[in-house]
């Protein structure tokens, strides 16, 4: 299967069509975000959604949110390792 463009990427982007707290049997609670792309329902949880804007961040797609939250955030979600992959791959 070939990597689709960037244009087609963009194009089928999803659309946040609600939130909502769940229960993970394997992470406890969690909000869940359930998004649209057509067809098609994806779901983005919040260590997801975070990475994300973890890289926005990097990319300064947006302002800095500044190492106190990020400390607090990588803390709350368990994401230190996360960041730190993002980091190592040049974001």
């Not at 406890?28 to 926005?56: H, K, N, R, W």
């Amino acid at each position: 299967m070939s990597k689709p463009s960037p244009e087609a990427i963009f194009r089928a982007r999803a659309r946040l069509d609600e939130a909502q707290d769940v229960f993970c049997d394997d992470c406890g609670p969690a909000l869940i975000f359930a998004l649209q792309s057509g067809e098609t329902t994806l779901s983005l949880d919040m260590p997801t959604l975070l990475q994300c804007l973890y890289v926005a961040e990097q990319k300064t797609a947006i302002p800095s949110l500044g190492a106190d939250w990020w400390n607090s955030v990588a803390n709350h979600y368990n994401l230190r390792s996360s960041f730190s992959k993002l980091d190592g791959e040049g974001r």
